[in-house]
């Protein structure tokens, strides 16, 4: 079976669950449209109704260089529409050109991506009234595979891994994922502080009655993370992220944040550091941490510069500045999410003083 067969499979059956009668939107771009077949056949299959939002190539960056404030903060009737009655939602992360928005006026990123915090809203709050789901996955590249330093073949190969679509049962494969992070749903549970030293870190965060989630394939794939959204002033102390992360298509890295009370007070990157400081600025929300994670996927050891991938590192943590998820307790709210990721593998994370984590292992586990 192809990736394509597989992956809408795994998605449509195992991620959302679809069922007879969802309204079900595909989102990507042109590139991908030998998965975007699939899901639609295969969701028809199941009874939804499949619905197409298809960009073309280097849409976003000729949207960037040419519309004005007003356009920019603008939101389609039909966008407010699919926000609104959508049940079931997969973004297909797929592109012929990751850096089309490098050179992009980066004010007029942070104005659209303030300006769409009102769909965001309304999906996050349809979602946890158990309106909505969502699930986001990729399609393999030229470009993407160009920025993992690897051949087509040879990135391909590792998506169909990564997601464990080489498992002779791949939803039996995300199950055991499942009970694995469920133990350390179970570690974390009930802890007041997380404490995380490593090479330029030591900072706390105060998870007071947060809940902890277990990130098992239901809404990305490929998975394999714990997260939970710390309280919104308890975060303080100095952290530096070594590996190198993408967010709307710009790269950024050795980026280090210092923060009180939650609050980023000062901010460096060694590459994209203009552009971090654009996004810190973006609301009110862009200077506080959204979400503290591990990242427990062994079939993914390095970097690609690819979120979806590179969070859930086997052997890293990552902390979102912006958005928080209400799923978790958490209130921040902002236009934007973005993660940064550390390596673990001489770092150590203690739970109420407790050491819990050493060379990128929970203890016991």
Known sequence: MSLEKKMAKLICEYSL??????????????VAEPLVKEFV???????????LRVMISEQQSVFYKYASEKQLEFIAPSVMADAENITAQVFIDSTDNTKQLTNCDKKKI???AKSMRKVRDIL?????KGEFRWSLCP????????????????????????????AADPVAAWNEVDMYQKQVVDILTGTKEIHIVGKNTDITF???????????GHHNMPDGEVFTSPVEDGVN??????????????????ITLKIENGEIKEASAEKGNDFLQSVLDTDEGSRLIGEIAFGLNENIDKPTKNILFDEKIGRTIHMAVGASYPETGGKNKSGIHWDMIKGMHDGK?????????????????
Not at 124 to 128: F, G, H, K, N, S
């Open 17 to 30: 669950g679809l069922k007879e009668g969802d309204i079900f939107l595909v989102r990507a771009e042109t």
């Open 41 to 51: 056949r295969h969701s028809l299959e199941m009874g939804a109704h499949p619905i």
């Open 110 to 112: 942070s104005t659209y």
């Open 124 to 128: 996050m709050d349809r979602e946890q």
């Open 139 to 166: 399609y393999p590249t030229q470009a993407m595979a160009q920025d993992a330093e690897m051949s087509l073949d040879e990135y391909s190969e590792f998506v169909y891994n990564a997601c464990k679509l080489n």
């Open 206 to 216: 105060n998870v007071t009655d947060r809940k902890w989630v277990n990130c098992n």
């Open 237 to 254: 102390g100095q952290i530096y992220f070594d590996l190198p992360t993408s967010y709307m298509g710009v790269e950024a890295g050795g």
């Open 349 to 365: 994370v203690y739970a109420d003083g407790k050491l819990i984590y050493s060379d990128g292992r929970f203890k016991g586990l």
